[in-house]
C-alpha cells in the first residue's frame, strides 16, 4: 500500500457547499484527493448522510465521525448519533466537547456539558474514540480525566494547548492524539511548539476544512494537508538537529514520517484494513 497523507478532521459536504456558493469550478474535483485519507466529520442527520453518498461516490478512503457540537450543544441529534453506533456506521463520536470562546458560547455551558457527558458515555459503551473540539476549556477537560482515560482513544482536533498540556494528559493515561493543522501555517505558537517536540506517536494531521483557514484566505481545501504536512515535516527536522540534509535523506526522513502519521490514524481510529468495508483498493 503506497503511503498517504491523512486529515484527521473534515468537512466534505461544507467544503463543497463553499465552493459552489463561491462559484468555482468543480468542487467535487476540487475536494477529493486520491492522495488523501481522512475522517468526515457531521453534526446533523440530514447532512451526514448527504456526505456519506458525496464520499462513497467519490473515494473508498475515508471514514466518518459524527458528534453534537458543542457550539449548537442540543439534545435531539443524541438517537441519530446512537443510530449511527448501532448501524456500525461511524468510526467516531465528534466533534465534542467545549466552546468557550465567547460570552454567547459561555453562556450554553450547561447544555454543552450535558451533551458531552452523553456522548462520553456512548463513547464507553461502544469503544469508539472520540473527536474533541475545546476552545478555552481545557481545564474541563481535565476534570474528566478519570472518564475519558477508559475511551480507547481521544483525539483533539484543533489543539491549541501546550506540549506540557498534551504530555500530561497522556501521562494520567488518556490515550490521546493531537491534530496539528492550518494553525501551524498561520504560525499559531503552540501549534508549532507541539509540531517540533511532542512524541511522534501521537502526531496527527488535519485540515478542518472548509473552517481552519489563513487570514488571507476566504476558505481552505482538505488538499491543504499536503502543505501542513511539508511544514510539519520541515519543523520537526530541523528540531531533531537533520539540518544538514541532501534531498535524498530529506525525502526519506518525510516518507517515514508521512507513513508514522499514517499509522497513528489507523491506531487512534481502530482502522483494520483488512476487515475496514470502506477501504477498497489499497
Ligand atoms: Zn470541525
Same mark, same amino acid.
Given at each position: 500500500?503506497?503511503?498517504?497523507?491523512?486529515?484527521?478532521?473534515?468537512?466534505?459536504?461544507?467544503?463543497?457547499?463553499?465552493?459552489?456558493?463561491?462559484?468555482?469550478?468543480?468542487?467535487?474535483?476540487?475536494?477529493?484527493?486520491?492522495?488523501?485519507?481522512?475522517?468526515?466529520?457531521?453534526?446533523?442527520?440530514?447532512?451526514?448522510?448527504?456526505?456519506?453518498?458525496?464520499?462513497?461516490?467519490?473515494?473508498? #478512503?475515508? $471514514? %466518518?465521525?459524527?458528534?453534537?457540537? !458543542?457550539?449548537?450543544?442540543?439534545?435531539? &441529534?443524541?438517537?441519530? =448519533?446512537?443510530?449511527?453506533?448501532?448501524?456500525?456506521?461511524?468510526?467516531?463520536?465528534?466533534?465534542?466537547?467545549?466552546?468557550?470562546?465567547?460570552?454567547?458560547?459561555?453562556?450554553?455551558?450547561?447544555?454543552?456539558?450535558?451533551?458531552?457527558?452523553?456522548?462520553?458515555?456512548?463513547?464507553?459503551?461502544?469503544?469508539?474514540?472520540?473527536?474533541?473540539?475545546?476552545?478555552?476549556?481545557?481545564?474541563?477537560?481535565?476534570?474528566?480525566?478519570?472518564?475519558?482515560?477508559?475511551?480507547?482513544?481521544?483525539?483533539?482536533?484543533?489543539?491549541?494547548?501546550?506540549?506540557?498540556?498534551?504530555?500530561?494528559?497522556?501521562?494520567?493515561?488518556?490515550?490521546?492524539?493531537?491534530?496539528?493543522?492550518?494553525?501551524?501555517?498561520?504560525?499559531?505558537?503552540?501549534?508549532?511548539?507541539?509540531?517540533?517536540?511532542?512524541?511522534? #506517536?501521537? $502526531? %496527527?494531521?488535519?485540515?478542518?476544512? !472548509?473552517?481552519?483557514?489563513?487570514?488571507? &484566505?476566504?476558505?481552505? =481545501?482538505?488538499?491543504?494537508?499536503?502543505?501542513?504536512?511539508?511544514?510539519?515535516?520541515?519543523?520537526?527536522?530541523?528540531?531533531?538537529?537533520?539540518?544538514?540534509?541532501?534531498?535524498?535523506?530529506?525525502?526519506?526522513?518525510?516518507?517515514?514520517?508521512?507513513?508514522?502519521?499514517?499509522?497513528?490514524?489507523?491506531?487512534?481510529?481502530?482502522?483494520?484494513?483488512?476487515?475496514?468495508?470502506?477501504?477498497?483498493?489499497?
Amino acid at each position: 500500500m503506497i503511503s498517504m497523507y491523512t486529515d484527521a478532521h473534515v468537512h466534505i459536504l461544507d467544503t463543497i457547499e463553499e465552493l459552489d456558493s463561491q462559484n468555482i469550478e468543480n468542487p467535487i474535483f476540487k475536494t477529493f484527493d486520491k492522495e488523501i485519507f481522512f475522517c468526515a466529520s457531521a453534526n446533523e442527520a440530514g447532512r451526514f448522510e448527504v456526505q456519506e453518498k458525496l464520499c462513497r461516490e467519490n473515494t473508498g #478512503n475515508f $471514514i %466518518l465521525s459524527f458528534g453534537v457540537h !458543542p457550539q449548537c450543544p442540543i439534545e435531539n &441529534e443524541i438517537p441519530y =448519533l446512537e443510530k449511527l453506533i448501532n448501524s456500525k456506521k461511524i468510526a467516531a463520536i465528534g466533534e465534542c466537547g467545549f466552546d468557550l470562546f465567547d460570552e454567547h458560547y459561555k453562556s450554553t455551558l450547561e447544555e454543552q456539558k450535558k451533551v458531552w457527558k452523553v456522548q462520553l458515555e456512548l463513547a464507553l459503551k461502544s469503544g469508539l474514540p472520540i473527536v474533541v473540539h475545546c476552545r478555552k476549556g481545557l481545564h474541563l477537560i481535565f476534570d474528566d480525566v478519570k472518564t475519558i482515560k477508559k475511551i480507547n482513544a481521544v483525539i483533539f482536533h484543533g489543539w491549541a494547548g501546550s506540549v506540557n498540556e498534551a504530555r500530561s494528559l497522556l501521562k494520567k493515561g488518556v490515550n490521546a492524539y493531537f491534530c496539528i493543522g492550518k494553525g501551524l501555517l498561520r504560525g499559531q505558537k503552540t501549534q508549532i511548539e507541539t509540531a517540533a517536540n511532542l512524541e511522534e #506517536n501521537r $502526531i %496527527l494531521t488535519e485540515t478542518d476544512a !472548509p473552517y481552519m483557514r489563513l487570514k488571507e &484566505e476566504k476558505f481552505s =481545501l482538505p488538499t491543504d494537508i499536503k502543505k501542513v504536512f511539508s511544514e510539519l515535516a520541515e519543523i520537526r527536522a530541523e528540531s531533531a538537529g537533520f539540518l544538514n540534509y541532501d534531498e535524498q535523506n530529506y525525502k526519506n526522513y518525510t516518507e517515514d514520517l508521512k507513513v508514522s502519521i499514517f499509522e497513528n490514524f489507523k491506531k487512534a481510529y481502530s482502522i483494520d484494513f483488512k476487515r475496514n468495508v470502506n477501504v477498497k483498493g489499497n
